[in-house]
């Protein structure tokens, strides 16, 4: 028996893992614990008076769980399908568990984006005139990239630095025979990418504590770097079935 006159139990009560959990993950509760259960993300046993018996394995997921949550920032229905794969056998062995393959994060390295790419620095205004000159373009050209939205300016009429490599970007595409009016789409997709990326940023930003708009500044860096990351490898793909590569 207990000391609280309960008959003792294999496994872990709920308490035990939160104590195991909160040197990692400060912010978890009991509460999270038993939605996290509700959600069907752990499955606990039962002792035939109800209470909860979380094993090893139990523990593992939810710290597989919690991780993903604060690190990747992934909804609880794709972190549900990685683990549903998981339990499939689609995943790989750690303590005594199979957990999903961690998460890759794509660096400098290969040649995409990463998260600091999309850092805030020190903010830096162009005029037209400052424009024009950097980017090599005359007032038509820049007429025409505002026309279909490829190049946009500030409220006070200023431009910012990414508009001056957008316009040599345009610039070096015009030799190919590509015209301004033929990268709408990209620009309609750039609106779309950024779209979803704050109907997912926005929640956070909006919570309480102080520690929200750190949050939701590096949540939507990381987000736009695998944005960008996955636009590129899916046009990499694509190519190579142009060029039979």
Not at 24 to 32: C, L, Q, R, Y
Not at 117 to 125: C, I, L, S
Not at 176 to 185: Q, T, Y
Request: aromatic share 6%; charged share 25%.
């Amino acid at each position: 028996m207990t000391a609280a006159g309960r008959p003792q139990r294999d496994g872990l009560s709920i308490g035990a893992v939160l104590a195991q959990l909160r040197g990692e993950f400060p912010d978890v509760t009991i509460s999270k614990i038993r939605f996290l259960e509700s959600e069907g993300l752990v499955r606990p046993g039962r002792t035939p008076s109800g209470y909860r018996q979380f094993s090893a394995a139990d523990v593992e997921r939810l710290r597989f769980v919690l991780a993903a949550q604060r690190d990747h920032y992934l909804p609880l229905k794709v972190i549900k399908e990685q683990l549903d794969a998981a339990d499939r056998g689609d995943g790989h062995q750690t303590g005594t568990t199979r957990l999903p393959r961690k998460l890759v994060s794509l660096s400098a390295g290969d040649g995409l984006p990463g998260a600091e790419d999309f850092a805030q620095g020190r903010e830096v205004r162009l005029t037209k005139e400052e424009l024009l000159d950097q980017a090599g373009i005359d007032s038509g050209s820049l007429a025409e990239l505002e026309q279909y939205g490829l190049i946009r300016s500030g409220a006070a009429g200023f431009y910012d630095p990414d508009a001056v490599l957008v316009a040599r970007t345009v610039k070096a595409m015009t030799e190919f025979g590509i015209e301004p009016r033929h990268l709408r789409a990209f620009r309609a997709s750039a609106d779309r990418e950024v779209g979803l990326l704050e109907q997912i940023v926005t929640p956070v930003f909006r919570q309480r504590d102080s520690d929200a708009q750190a949050r939701a500044d590096e949540m939507v860096r990381e987000l736009a770097a695998l944005s960008v990351t996955l636009h590129t490898l899916l046009v990499k793909a694509g190519i190579r079935g142009v060029t039979g590569g």
